[in-house]
C-alpha cells in the first residue's frame, strides 16, 4: 500500500469515527431533530461513496501491481458497519441501547423528582445519557420528561406504574420495559 492509499485510508477511518460518535451522542435520543437526521442519512451516504471510491482505486492500482486482492469479507466489513450504524438510528435500537445504559439513573430520578411550582415542571438535568430539558409529574406517579424534540414534536420517557401514560392532546406512547414508556408530544 503507498503512502498516498495508508494517507487516504487514515482520513476516512478518522471521518468514519467522528461520524459514529456523532451519531452516539446527537442521534441516539429519544427523538431525531433535523440536523442529526442529515448527519446520519447524507453521512453514511457520504461514506459509503468515500469506501467506494477507495475499493475502486485499490482493484484498480492492486490489478495495476498485478497484486492479490483482500478478502471479500475485509472489503465488505466497513459499509456493513456504516449501514448498521445508520440503521440503529432509524429503528431506534441506539434509543433502546441509550435507555438501557441510563436506565437506574432513570429509575432513581423518578423517585426523587418532586413538582415545583410552576405547572409541574422542574428544570433540566442530566440523567444518565439523557440531558432533560422539562420534567412533569402526573397523578398517579407518572412522571414524564422531554430529552429532545423530533421535527415539530418534542420528545422523551414517561415513566407510569399503573400502565399507559395518560394521554394529553396528541401524545404518543411506545412500551419500553416495565413502568417505561417512549413518549412524543405533538403540538
Partial sequence: MSRAERWIAY????????WALYLIVFASDAGLP????LVTAWGAVGLLGIWLGRSLLRLFLLRRRRESTTSARALLLEPLAIVAL???????????????????ALDRYVREVKPSGRKGSRASARVGLFYIRETERLPGGTVRFITSVC?????GLAYSP????PRIGEDIYHHLSGPWWHWWRSW
Fill in 86 to 104: 445508520a440503521g440503529a438510528v432509524f429503528t431506534g435500537i441506539a434509543f433502546e441501547g441509550r435507555f438501557l445504559l441510563s436506565r437506574h
Fill in 11 to 18: 482520513l476516512s477511518r478518522a471521518l468514519e469515527i467522528s
Fill in 34 to 37: 433535523l440536523v442529526p437526521l
Fill in 151 to 155: 421535527m415539530f414534536d418534542d420528545c
Fill in 162 to 165: 399503573s400502565g399507559e401514560p
